[in-house]
């Protein structure tokens, strides 16, 4: 009987030793990274820098302009999607250019140009929209990276690892892996779903402007198509007149432009000249600072 009773105690103090040892390796089991960052910090990095992005375009604008209008990515969340994108590549791709400052602009000026003509490529082949348009910028490569821009970002990659970057990651640590994962996932999560309405929404509003005003663009017959699907369909029709009517649209998107059949760039806000894309117009900008005079000085 003692027999028996020594063995079952052996074998629970067995099994508890076992249960502690795999507590300890789930504790010590590293995650997933990336040039030693762990992924999850990269999607928080891209959630924050999308948020900064966003007031830093708001504030170029109301600089720039003299209003505050919307220069966010998507119709809902404050997200500048290429900030975002922009900062997570740089950190990751920056690692092997951590050298010195001269390595880090370098790398700053490929990466960042790299990300930029992606972004815009895809605005175009996907959604049939430009996001932004360099045709009028020296050195400029299909209209979608420019040398001014490029010297930018190198720049910016300099303050961003050797600045930014450190006192975001020590703003991270303070959070828990596990509460840091499921914060991040959450937000990510929304931006998806709100890319997506996004996306549907812009194309339906492309088309929709497109086919009621007459505009002459490429590939019009592909506008008109779309145009005629989303109306056939009486809830996209409904939601198309709601809630992507042409002025939340505008406002949202003040700086959308549609490619014209001769390869000219047009101003949505151009063709809706009844609303105004802006929300508030704060001040009418200085020669010096207005964004037509910024491209004029460097249109040499």
Known sequence: MGEKVEANLTKEKNNKRKKVEETSLKVVKKPFTIMGIPVVKLFAFFVIFSVLGFFIETLFALITKGVIESRKSFLYGPFCAIYGMGASVMIVGLQKFKKNNYTLFFGGCLIGSIV??????????????????????????????????????????????????????????????????????????????????????????????????????????RYIEDYNKFYSNDIVKQLSNTLFSDEIMLKSFPNLKL??????????????????????KVFNPTNIYSHDKIYEIFNF
């Open 116 to 221: 930029e003509y992606i972004v815009s490529w895809i605005g175009e082949i996907v959604f049939d929209i430009k996001w932004w348009d360099y045709s009028n910028m020296p050195f400029n490569i299909n209209g979608r990276v420019c040398i001014l821009f490029s010297v930018f970002w190198g720049a910016l990659a300099i303050y961003l690892m050797n600045h930014v970057y450190p006192k975001m990651d020590k703003f991270l640590s303070i959070f828990s892996f596990k509460t840091l994962k499921k914060i991040t996932t959450v937000i990510v999560i929304f931006m998806l779903f709100d890319w997506l309405i996004s996306s549907f929404a812009v194309k339906i509003f492309s088309a929709r402007v497109v086919y009621e005003n007459n505009v002459e663009v490429k590939e019009v017959n």
């Open 259 to 280: 490619t014209g059949k001769d390869g000219n760039i047009i101003l949505i806000s151009d063709i809706l000249t009844d609303i105004q894309p802006y929300y508030v």
